[in-house]
C-alpha cells in the first residue's frame, strides 16, 4: 500500500512556507507583530485570513511581546497557537518567553533568525534565538525552505505531545530563506489536517479533587502559573528539564511518522550527517549554511579527502548521545557560530558540542569558527579553508588557536 501522499509543487520563500504550513495546520489563534525578515509571514496569514480560507482567530498587537501573551492565554484554554518573530521583537518577548515554557503552553513560533542591534542590522545570523536557548523552548533549524514547511507541521505535534508540553520554535535563516524562493512540495490539506490531529490534554487533579484536562475551563476551575516560593518552584523547573529530555525522543517519533506522509527525512530529526561515517575531519553547523558545506564536501570527496557534515536540526533540546555517537571516530571538528557569546570561550554551539565530547575516551580536536554576523556571506571558498584548517590540526595533533574568525576584516 502507497503510504507517501501525492503532493503538489508550489514556488515559495522560508516565510511563505511558513504560513502556508500553519494554514494548513487547523491552528485556532495566530497573534502577531510584523517585524523583518519575519513580515511575510504574517502578511500572507493575514491573506488566508481575510479570505477565509482559514477558520483563524487573528489577533493584531501591538508589540511582540502582547502576542506572545495572547498567544499564551489562547494556549493555557486549549487552542492551538502560532505566532512569528525575529531580533528585537524575539528580545521582546524574553520575559514571556519563560512564562510561556513554565505554563507549559505547547505555542509554536517561526523565528527569520536576524542580527541583533547596536549597530541596527536587519540581515541574517542566529544571535537572536542564541539568546534565548536557555528560555525552555524547543529550538528546532531549518536547512531550506523545504523543511521549513516541514518543521512547522512537525512542530505542532512535538510541542503538544502529552509528555513535552512545551513550546516550540522553528528557525529559518533571515533572507537566506525567508526571502529566497524554491520549490517546495506541499501535502493536501487534508493529510496535514490529519497528521498534526487534534489536541489532546493530560488529565490532572483539579481544586475541586476531581480529573480534568489540563485547560483553563470554567466548568473544570484551576490555576496555571501561580505564584511559586522556594518550597516549589524547584521542583517546576525540573519538571520542564524532564520535559525537554521526553522531546528527544517525541522529535524523533513524530519526525519519522512524518517522514512516512511525506517521504521526507532528515537525519534521525535530531542530528542530520552528511558523508560522515567515514570523515576524518568534519563540520557541525545549523541552518541554511549546511548546503554551503554539503557542497565543498562533495568536492573534497571527489578529491579523496575524508570530508564530513554534521547538521544539528535540534540545539534545545541538544542530542547529546547522538553528538557523541556521530563524531566519536572524527579525528578533528570545526564547529561554526552564527552568533557571539561575548567574553566566553568561542560561540553557543562550540561551548555545547565541545563539552559533550568532553567525556569521551577518545575524542576528536574541536575549534571554533565565528561566522556570518549581520548577513555577511559565507563563501565556499571559506568553507573549503575551514577543512584546510582542519588538515592542519589533524597532521598537527593539537589545535593552536579555539577561537577563529571567517571573513573578517581585523
Given at each position: 500500500m502507497k503510504s507517501v501522499a501525492e503532493q503538489k509543487t508550489l514556488a515559495l520563500n522560508g516565510d511563505e512556507a511558513v504560513a502556508y504550513a500553519v494554514k494548513q495546520s487547523d491552528v485556532d489563534v495566530v497573534a502577531?507583530?510584523?517585524?523583518?525578515?519575519?513580515?511575510?509571514?504574517?502578511?500572507?496569514?493575514?491573506?488566508?485570513?481575510a479570505n477565509g480560507e482559514v477558520e483563524t482567530a487573528f489577533v493584531c498587537t501591538e508589540s511582540e511581546h502582547s502576542a506572545l501573551t495572547a498567544c499564551l492565554a489562547a494556549s493555557l484554554t486549549g487552542a492551538r497557537t502560532?505566532?512569528?518573530?525575529?531580533?528585537?521583537?524575539?528580545?521582546?518577548?524574553?520575559?514571556?518567553?519563560?512564562?510561556?515554557?513554565?505554563?507549559?503552553?505547547p505555542v509554536v513560533m517561526a523565528i527569520a533568525n536576524r542580527a541583533l542591534s547596536a549597530p541596527i542590522n536587519i540581515h541574517g545570523?542566529?544571535?537572536d534565538t542564541m539568546a534565548q536557548r536557555d528560555s525552555g523552548w524547543i529550538q528546532i533549524y531549518a536547512e531550506n525552505a523545504q523543511e521549513v514547511y516541514d518543521s512547522v507541521i512537525q512542530a505542532f505535534r512535538i510541542a503538544e505531545h502529552p509528555e513535552v508540553l512545551l513550546p516550540a520554535m522553528v528557525c529559518l535563516d533571515g533572507f537566506?530563506?525567508?526571502?529566497?524562493?524554491?520549490?517546495?512540495?506541499?501535502?493536501?490539506?487534508?493529510?496535514?489536517?490529519?497528521?498534526?490531529?487534534?489536541r489532546q490534554f493530560p488529565l490532572v487533579l483539579t481544586h475541586e479533587g476531581k480529573l480534568a484536562p489540563l485547560k483553563l475551563d470554567p466548568e473544570n476551575p484551576m490555576t496555571m502559573g501561580p505564584l511559586a516560593f522556594p518550597n516549589y518552584y524547584f521542583e517546576f523547573k525540573r519538571q520542564q528539564e524532564e520535559a525537554m529530555k521526553n522531546a528527544l525522543r517525541v522529535i524523533r517519533e513524530v519526525h519519522d511518522e512524518y517522514a512516512k506522509i511525506s517521504g521526507r527525512s532528515y537525519g534521525d530529526g535530531l542530528l542530520d550527517p552528511y558523508f560522515l561515517e567515514d570523515a576524518e575531519i568534519a563540520i557541525v553547523c545549523l541552518g541554511s549554511t549546511a548546503g554551503t558545506v554539503k557542497t565543498v564536501v562533495d568536492e573534497l570527496r571527489a578529491e579523496g579527502i575524508k570530508a564530513g557534515l554534521l547538521r544539528?536540526?535540534?540545539?534545545?533540546?541538544?542530542?547529546?548521545?547522538?553528538?557523541?555517537?556521530?563524531?566519536?571516530?572524527?579525528?578533528?571538528?570545526?564547529?561554526?557560530?552564527?552568533?557571539?557569546?561575548?567574553?566566553?570561550?568561542?560561540?553557543?554551539v562550540f561551548h555545547e558540542v565541545r563539552h559533550a565530547l568532553y567525556d569521551l575516551d577518545k575524542k576528536p580536536l574541536v575549534v571554533n569558527y565565528i561566522y556570518g554576523l549581520g548577513g555577511r556571506d559565507t563563501s565556499p571558498?571559506?568553507?573549503?579553508?575551514?577543512?584546510?584548517?582542519?588538515?592542519?590540526?589533524?597532521?598537527?595533533?593539537?589545535?593552536?588557536?579555539?577561537?577563529?574568525?571567517?571573513?573578517?576584516?581585523?
Open positions: 502577531a507583530y510584523p517585524i523583518t525578515p519575519q513580515t511575510i509571514i504574517v502578511e500572507r496569514f493575514s491573506e488566508y485570513v502560532f505566532t512569528a518573530s525575529a531580533s528585537a521583537g524575539l528580545a521582546l518577548m524574553h520575559e514571556m518567553l519563560f512564562v510561556t515554557s513554565g505554563c507549559r503552553a545570523d542566529q544571535s537566506q530563506l525567508s526571502h529566497s524562493v524554491e520549490n517546495v512540495n506541499v501535502l493536501p490539506d487534508d493529510v496535514v489536517k490529519k497528521f498534526v490531529g487534534v544539528m536540526r535540534t540545539f534545545r533540546p541538544l542530542p547529546v548521545d547522538g553528538i557523541r555517537e556521530a563524531l566519536k571516530h572524527v579525528k578533528a571538528v570545526a564547529v561554526m557560530d552564527k552568533s557571539m557569546s561575548f567574553g566566553g570561550f568561542g560561540g553557543a571558498m571559506q568553507i573549503r579553508e575551514i577543512y584546510k584548517d582542519l588538515q592542519e590540526i589533524v597532521a598537527k595533533k593539537r589545535v593552536e588557536t579555539p577561537v577563529k574568525y571567517v571573513g573578517l576584516r581585523e
